[in-house]
């Protein structure tokens, strides 16, 4: 007989967790015939060791060995699942949906009143999550490429190192929670660096970047993206030769932008929500860990 057992992880078996999702990761680009590399393992380690703390973090295990994770986190009312991966095997067996609804579950009783997350192109793992009543929001559009500098964008604008309590006062704004220990991550563990953009002695939005990536960012008004986007890209530049936005499909600025500055979609993925939150048509994700 199979023993199921459903529980929290253990912080001794977080190597095991990332070797799931990296076995889960490989299988599924394999099946969809996507020819990019896994995400690096030590990046990995240092995301999910920050979830684990920060968030929930739930296994499957069978027969004495963890088989599936599903872990997320929760910034004031809003539960972003972060991760969701199970063994190759053990796939469309039902052991995935029972440890998503405990997840799911444990974010509610912790004030969670809007559940979304960062889906992949698996159609499987899609059909899931709108079981669950997360439906398609819009797409997350992946551009990367060598930048194409605009001499006049930031005209009346200064770039600043980041202070977190502006980043948070803007987040809370834009994406409706201020997620003070996601900030102090990216600065004091991933270490991204941080900027905000000044015009007129006020801070109109900030970004960080990392190994030619930028994200998060985010923006009070429409009329200041293009200077903060031009400013991340030539930050970017100065340490990357290729630079990637990921940009969801609401942000017509941030599109429009990319496509004038010689950026090409190269992919895309999707965001499923319960409801609507924030305002996203100003706003850059990090990624699909933390959004």
Not at 17 to 44: C, G, K, W
Not at 145 to 170: H, K, W
Not at 188 to 213: D, P
């Amino acid at each position: 007989m199979t023993l199921t057992q459903y529980r929290p992880v253990r912080e001794a078996e977080m190597p095991e967790a990332v070797e799931i999702f990296l076995a889960s990761v490989a299988d599924m680009y394999r099946r969809h015939n996507i020819t990019q590399p896994a995400p690096p393992r030590p990046l990995v380690e240092k995301f999910y060791d920050h979830i684990r703390r920060t968030g929930i973090f739930h296994v499957a295990e069978v027969d004495g060995k963890i088989t599936a994770i599903c872990h997320a986190i929760v910034r004031d009312h809003l539960w972003f699942l972060s991760g969701f991966w199970a063994l190759p095997r053990l796939q469309g067996q039902g052991i995935g949906r029972t440890l998503l609804e405990r997840v799911w579950d444990e974010g509610s009783r912790a004030g969670a009143k809007i559940f979304f997350t960062w889906s992949s192109v698996d159609v499987r793992a899609m059909a899931t999550y709108m079981k669950f009543g997360m439906l398609p929001g819009y797409q997350i559009l992946n551009f990367v490429g060598a930048f194409q500098s605009s001499s006049e964008a930031l005209r009346g604008y200064e770039t600043q190192p980041l202070d977190i309590e502006t980043a948070m006062n803007i987040d809370e704004q834009v994406r409706g929670t201020r997620r003070e220990c996601d900030h102090q991550f990216s600065i004091a563990e991933f270490k991204a660096e941080g900027r905000q953009l000044v015009r007129e002695e006020r801070a109109v939005g900030y970004y960080y970047f990392s190994n030619g990536t930028i994200g998060s960012a985010a923006w009070l008004k429409e009329e200041d993206a293009e200077a903060l986007l031009e400013s991340a890209c030539r930050e970017v530049s100065k340490q990357a030769e290729q630079i990637r936005l990921m940009i969801p499909g609401v942000n017509h600025s941030a599109i429009r932008f990319a496509l004038r500055a010689g950026l090409k979609l190269v992919s895309y993925s999707h965001l499923l929500t319960t409801e609507p939150f924030g305002q996203m048509e100003k706003y850059l994700p990090s990624g699909p860990s933390l959004f």
